[in-house]
Every structure is written in structure tokens, then in C-alpha cells.
């Protein structure tokens, strides 16, 4: 059980907070102190934001979804500013938040900046205790600026591994082509191993990683005894399914972990373990989209978020995802209550004894600090859209009952009920339209 990605919640405050006063130190489009701002027909400023997956929502593949812009002309004003807090909550990692940004602004014609933007990969910033180690590095595209962007110094792809070791690559017969003089013995140990994505070359890659982890980071040498536990493995992304331009969901990255355990374990006889899984479902994704929204209700004057909406079209990542976290939320607000009662029992019981304040029983992430209680939004609504994985016309993906099928990662708890939307709509456009009914906002639909 990868335990980071449940138990990430003060990681995720230093996370945020880091993020939080670049926010505060940059424009970038969010902060315009002429700008119009949603309000409810009362008059008064709404206290809402919304998290917006992209794949199967906005676009699938390179094609932009026919409801897209019209849900977004209902999110900004006559300046193309966004009149209430906006986060794009992707599980790509195969390339940079900016240019991403950049592609959903080309899409809907409207300026996204890189901080609107969560990449699977974002939350791997935090993890400094790797940023110096030789790490291997798993995925497609610019793998390396990707890696140098959140901060790794000592950076190997696979390419440069199978160039640097030719004898370990032969499935594909055509590439079987040895160096004539090889540099295995001087190649540094790895001592981590970052997988990205899903790579191009399934097989090169599930055959050097798993080199790399039964010889303890030093492919070139035979161990007496397999070693375990093993190197340290993060991984971004989960989903075993996306939905690109085809008429049925396509392998992601999901796929390829699953394989990659199935095959470790085979050949080693022991389970492979995560040090930290990251992107949806990950607690520690929303933990951290939750302050970039309430960053962005801070500089747009609002008083903070109290209703995150999670607009996606997985069941097992995006609405897994988004009740997972309401549930925390959840838990959350149920201590603050507890230890106000027993903060007011203390003040009422002055001169008897001490009493002990730490509950055994509570969950130790539950920080409650006075400057934490007013970031945490109070409930997270989660939405699901059928324009992507899950079709309403179709059983291959769906939510709620019992099946055969399990599309949920290994490390995650299956339950049922946390694949069960709080609302279903046809598309983008008539999940944001049913929030603004939800919330009495005053603007027109359009």
C-alpha cells in the first residue's frame, strides 16, 4: 500500500504553500482588480470554484468537445477573465503544465496560465529526499525538463540506459545491435525509479525497470539474492483507461503499472511496492488543488471556497477521486468540531487537572492550526460528464454496482460507493449550468 497517497496532508500544506506565494507573487491573468465576479441573485459574491478534468471533458485527443466553449463563455467576462476560481486537473505527464496551459487556450480561445494548471506530476516537487539521487526516469516526450522542472538534479531516461547498457534490450530483434564498447561497469547506481507516464516501448521499458530493480540499481551485475525491499518507485498517474478521438477508452498509464507489477512479482515472488503514488485519485492532487482554488478566491476578493465542483468523466479517477477527498473533508470538519468542544470543556474546567488533548483515536494528519481553518474548502461535489470514459449508452465503464471488472490501481481501496457521482450531466456546459442553478447565480445562461 502506497501510504503517501492517502496519508499526504502535511506534505500537501508545505506543497501549497510554496505554490500559494508564487500565486501571490505573479499576476498571470488571475489577479485584475476591475474584473467582474459571479455573483448570487441575493447580491452576494459566490463561494464556489471548480476543478475541470480535460481529457473526455474538454477535448478527446486533439478534438475539442462541442460543449466546451460554451460552458466556458458562462465562466468569464466580456474581458476573458474568469469570474470565479478555475483549476484544470489533469493525469498527463507526459509533458509541461505551461504547454499545457497553451493547448487550452488555443482550444477555448480564453488565456489559461500554467497556475490554473495540476499535472499528475506536480505534487513530486515536494519530495526533496529524492531531487539529489540518480534517478531513472519512465515515460514519452520531455521527460527530462519535466524531471529538472520539479526539481531532480541527477537525471537517466531509458533511452540513455539501454545506449549505456546494449546487451539488455532484445525483444525487438532489429534492435539487437551491441555497442562495440560498452560502459556498464562505470554506469552510477540508480536509486530511484520516477515513472511518468505511459512510454512508447512497452517492452524496453518494463525489461530495464525491472533490471534496475532486481539488481538494486546496477543492471550490469547478477545479485546472489534478489534484493527486497527494493529501490524506491513514484508513480504518476493511475488511470488505466482515457479517452482519446477512438470510439472506445484507450490503455493508460494504469495499464502499464499493472503490467509492470504483474511482472515484477512473477519474477521475483514478491509484491511491488510505491513509495508514493500521485494524481487522481491521489488525496494529495485534490489536497493541493483545494489550495490553489482558495489562492485563487483570495486574489479575486472572495472570502475563501466552501463548494469545490469536480467535473470529470472517469468514475475510478476523477469521482473516486473527488469523493475521497469529500470524505476527508469530511472527517475534517467533524475534528475541528470535536476539539472545539473539549478547547470550551478546558476553559469551562478551569483549576482541574489537565486534560490530555491529543485523541488516540483521531487521525494524526488533522492539523488544526488557526491559519488552516479558513484555506479547506467544506465539501467537494464531484460531477461526471458522459462525453468520455464513462458513456451512458454503454456498460464497458461505469459506476456504483457490483461487476467483474476493477479498473480502480491495486493500492486504492475498492468501493463502490466512492465511484458514484453526486451528479450526472451530458456534458461540460450542463454540469456548469447545474451548479450555477444550484448555487442561485445571478448571470444568464448561455
Known amino acids: 500500500m502506497a501510504t503517501i497517497a492517502f496519508n499526504s496532508v502535511r506534505i500537501s500544506r508545505a506543497f501549497s504553500s510554496k505554490i500559494g506565494n508564487i500565486l501571490n507573487n505573479r499576476n498571470g491573468g488571475l489577479v485584475n482588480p476591475s474584473r467582474r465576479y459571479l455573483k448570487t441573485k441575493e447580491g452576494k459574491k459566490v463561494d464556489f470554484g471548480f476543478l475541470f478534468d480535460i481529457d473526455g471533458v474538454i477535448v478527446r485527443g486533439k478534438k475539442l468537445l ?105 525483444v525487438d530483434h532489429y534492435r539487437r545491435k551491441p555497442a562495440p564498447c560498452a560502459f556498464e561497469t562505470y554506469f552510477p547506481r540508480i536509486e530511484a525509479v520516477i515513472l511518468f507516464g505511459e512510454p512508447v516501448r512497452w517492452e524496453t521499458n518494463l525489461q530495464l525497470i525491472i533490471d534496475v530493480l532486481l539488481t538494486d540499481g546496477k543492471p550490469s551485475r547478477a545479485p546472489k539474492e534478489i534484493p527486497y525491499p527494493h529501490l524506491p518507485v513514484l508513480a504518476c498517474n493511475m488511470d488505466l483507461l482515457w479517452m482519446a478521438e477512438a470510439c472506445m477508452p484507450r490503455f493508460g498509464h494504469g495499464c502499464f503499472l499493472h503490467s509492470l507489477e504483474s511482472l515484477y512479482q512473477k519474477i521475483s515472488g514478491h509484491e511491488m511496492k510505491y513509495t508514493a503514488l500521485v494524481g487522481k485519485p491521489s488525496e494529495l492532487t485534490y489536497r493541493h488543488a483545494d489550495y490553489l482554488l482558495y489562492e485563487q478566491a483570495r486574489a479575486m476578493n472572495m472570502n475563501g471556497i466552501k463548494t469545490i465542483y469536480c467535473v470529470g468523466d472517469n468514475p475510478e479517477s476523477d469521482i473516486y477521486g473527488a469523493n475521497l477527498y469529500n470524505k476527508y473533508l469530511q472527517r475534517r470538519v467533524i475534528h475541528k468540531n470535536v476539539n472545539f468542544i473539549k478547547r470550551t470543556n478546558i476553559q469551562q474546567s478551569a483549576g482541574s487537572q489537565i486534560i490530555d488533548m491529543e485523541d488516540s483515536d483521531a487521525d494524526s494528519d488533522f492539523d488544526m492550526s488557526k491559519d488552516d481553518s479558513e484555506v479547506y474548502a467544506q465539501s467537494c461535489q464531484s460531477i461526471l460528464v458522459c462525453t468520455g470514459v464513462y458513456c451512458s449508452s454503454r456498460d464497458y465503464v461505469t459506476y456504483g454496482q457490483r461487476r467483474a471488472s476493477n479498473h480502480n490501481h491495486r493500492d486504492f481501496v475498492l468501493d463502490p460507493v466512492l465511484t458514484e457521482p453526486k451528479y450526472v450531466t451530458q456534458n461540460i456546459h450542463e454540469a456548469v449550468k447545474m451548479v450555477f442553478e444550484k448555487e442561485n447565480v445571478a448571470s444568464p445562461f448561455s
Open 66 to 170: 462541442p460543449s466546451a466553449k460554451d460552458a466556458f463563455r458562462m465562466l468569464i467576462d466580456e474581458n476573458g477573465k474568469f469570474k470565479v476560481p478555475v483549476l484544470f486537473v489533469t493525469n498527463a505527464g507526459n509533458t509541461l503544465r505551461q504547454n499545457k496551459a497553451k493547448a487550452l487556450s488555443e482550444w477555448l480561445d480564453i488565456e489559461i496560465v500554467a497556475d490554473q494548471v495540476v499535472m499528475s506530476h506536480s505534487p513530486l516537487r515536494m519530495f526533496k529526499q529524492y531531487h539529489d539521487k540518480h534517478i531513472l526516469v519512465s515515460g514519452q516526450g520531455r521527460v527530462i525538463e519535466i524531471a529538472e522542472g520539479l526539481g531532480f538534479t541527477n537525471i537517466t531516461t531509458i533511452d540513455t540506459l539501454r545506449q549505456c547498457h546494449p546487451h539488455l534490450d532484445m
